[in-house]
């Protein structure tokens, strides 16, 4: 089953990635984490949400999977500097994990479905390898919104929700995704829906969030894939690069991405 992502796991890309744990991009799972649990976090890129999970299940063990090797020697590195031990990561798609029936308490994933060309059967696998009785948690982004107008901003949206629909990905699916649950063989009575959001205003969000996607749109995977796929052209990128800056420079611009959330019981 191929995978849809449109970027890379270039330094840039990750430097966006590493900014998220388990308390900023997991919050409606928190709660239901006990410190025997054993977590699957599937999609764990550069693994800052699965080394943040584990030090939430000290008496448990967390897996990252995520389908190439990539972003999983950044991944060991820093779970060694943080000191946690009981985490392992290594390849595996999600639509076919390499675990057997009822392996974990808990299956996580983070703004994955979105990339992939099934999410519906990828969310059938996650709920083959939770145990009876366990969670399925996703979560995804449903919504943008900026201030002020932003030309280079708007362009970036565009292009972006573009070269995903092109490759079969799922735009922002975080208002549905609970239907992909109810079609992945989840009851409705199983089904508990929420939202959460992101936030960049002060300074150093704003430096973190668009100094960042600034990096992306001057040299990333992304940005070579827009120019040599027809999506947009070099001096579209530098719009985009200028938009992103632009809005790290002022002090009133807002960035904010709204998330749809899902808890699933087995």
């Known amino acids: 089953m191929p995978q849809v992502y449109t970027t890379d796991h270039s330094k840039t890309v990750l430097q966006t990635h590493s900014w998220r744990t388990a308390q900023n991009s997991a919050p409606h799972l928190i709660p239901r984490i006990q410190p025997m649990h054993k977590i699957l976090d599937v999609g764990c890129g ?70 992939i060309a099934d999410p519906v059967l990828a969310l059938r696998e996650m709920r083959r390898v939770v145990k009876r009785g366990g969670i399925v948690s996703c979560r995804e982004s449903a919504e943008l919104s900026w201030y002020p107008e932003n030309e280079g901003i708007a362009k970036w949206r565009e292009v972006t929700e573009r070269m995903q629909r092109s490759s079969g990905g799922h735009p922002h699916p975080g208002s549905m995704i609970h239907v992909w649950a109810f ?84």
């Open 46 to 115: 550069p693994g800052s949400i699965s080394v943040s999970l584990a030090k939430l299940v000290p008496g448990g063990s967390v897996t990252g999977v995520e389908y190439i090797s990539d972003p999983l020697s950044g991944a060991r590195a820093l779970a060694q500097a943080e000191g946690v031990t009981n985490i392992t990561f290594q390849e595996g798609d999600i639509h076919a994990l390499p675990f057997k029936d009822g392996s974990f308490d808990i299956v996580h994933a983070h703004q994955v479905l979105q990339h």
């Open 183 to 266: 079609e992945a063989g989840f009851g409705r009575e199983n089904v508990r829906r929420s939202a959460g959001a992101w936030c960049f205003g002060d300074d150093a969000e704003r430096a973190y969030w668009g100094g960042s996607m600034e990096g992306r749109a001057r040299e990333s995977g992304f940005a070579k894939r827009v120019v040599e796929e027809g999506f947009a052209g070099v001096e579209d990128l530098d719009v985009i690069a200028q938009g992103w800056r632009s809005f790290v420079d002022n002090k009133d611009a807002w960035f904010g991405l709204l998330h749809g959330e899902i808890l699933c019981w087995k």
